[in-house]
């Protein structure tokens, strides 16, 4: 097996970067429509001008999917099949007078480039697509087949893609799944995801008269404001314990080794402290498990917005008639996103607040690999082989979301999320593809 050429990985990186940094500029954002089209043809691009088959798929009402096929080499296993998951879709830019750049105009400072999608998930695609011509080059050839589905709507959560796998399971079948995602901590140290949290993501309203009054009225009347406040205030203690009845009931509790693999995860709370400036202690230092299960093994309640009444400048006394909250829940495995909402709503009721109307507006199911699958290994193994023994972390779960579920319930995957934001990760996909990935033993359960 030969050495990793660093030098045509790097030549190879520098003559796509033109090309990147075009990609980089279409304002691919899923959540207003934006340039949507556009975006999954450069997408389609990418794929061809690398040598490989590229088919834009569409389903009414959705954006679409690129499928991107690359054949096995001669002296590969055209039987073995690994697809990635990747999404061309971003996040909005707001606020833009938080940016110190302009959003979608590539620009390095510090040596660190800087664009809306650039992270999550752009580079990481340009980068697959570049270990695999480097491969290419090097190697003569893939050591297996190599699918690419591409969505556009993963940062408004995927709503279509299980319409799209179910209609196209066959020609996305593959062995096995690598995942967009991946992260390192404030060490340095790769962490790699066998799974993902749900989602169910709800709105609340509470609508408590015809007109704002005057809030003299307050002597009298109920508010919007407080009702709502009052009911999102029932659902979890100042322990910060959920307290809906049966809400901990659905758990599908962990296996010995994900426990195992969980509390190896290290977790410094002093550097997350100081990352995102805590001013408060961390919630779990009130409950009975620990932070690295939290972020893995718990679900969660988070009140993600709040409206009502006057919050403008100065001061304007009235008694809002309407409220409104944000709502997002993590789900880990045993959760489902309808039996959630049914505990909810039934909470509410029980609890006198039967006038807050509550709206699921999107959901995804969580979704974990067996730790037991050999794919597991075999990721483990390429990463530690760029990153070093020591700097390879693995996690049962991320604490985030994605649609992993739909992979593998059409497609009958393992699922590893291993991503590509620094420089090394691109070797990483290369090594992923030494691995002799194309041995049956290797890819475990189909």
Known sequence: MSQINTEEIKRISDKNMARFYDYLRLESVSAQGRQ?????????????????EAKVLELEGAHPVVYGFFEAGPSGDAEKTLLFYDHYDVQPEDPLDEWNTTPFEPTVKDGILYARGVSDN???????????????NTEGGLPVNVKFFVEGEEEIGSPHVNDYLEAYADLFAADVCIWESGSKDSEERLKISAGVKGIAYYEARVKSADIDMHSSLAAIA????????????????????IVVDGFYDMMTAPTELEKKVANRIPF????????????????????????????VFYPTLTISGL??????????????????????????PGYEPDKVTEL???????????????????????????????????VIDSAKKVYGEGKVVLEPNSAGTGPMYGFGK???VPILGSGTEWEKSALCQIVLFKQNLYKKKDFGSS
């Open 268 to 295: 410094d709370p002093e550097a997350s402290k100081q990352t995102y400036g805590l001013r408060h202690p961390l919630i779990t230092d009130q409950l009975s498990y620990s932070a690295e299960e939290a972020l």
């Open 36 to 52: 949507i089209k556009q975006t999954a043809q450069a997408v389609q691009s990418f794929i061809e001008n690398t040598g490989g």
């Open 410 to 412: 059409y497609l009958n």
């Open 222 to 241: 109920d508010n919007s404001a407080w009702r709502l406040v009052q009911a999102l205030a029932s659902m979890r203690n100042v322990n910060n314990e």
């Open 122 to 136: 752009k580079a990481n695609f340009v980068a697959r697509i570049n270990a695999i011509e480097a491969y290419k």
């Open 307 to 332: 409206l009502s009444g006057y919050t403008g400048p100065g001061a304007k006394t009235i008694l809002p008639r309407q409220a409104m909250a944000k709502i997002d829940i993590r789900l880990v």
């Open 344 to 378: 909810l709503r039934q909470h509410l009721d029980r609890h006198g607040f039967e006038d807050v109307d509550l709206e699921l507006i999107t959901s995804v199911m969580p979704f974990r690999t067996s730790l037991e699958d050999p794919f597991v290994e075999t």
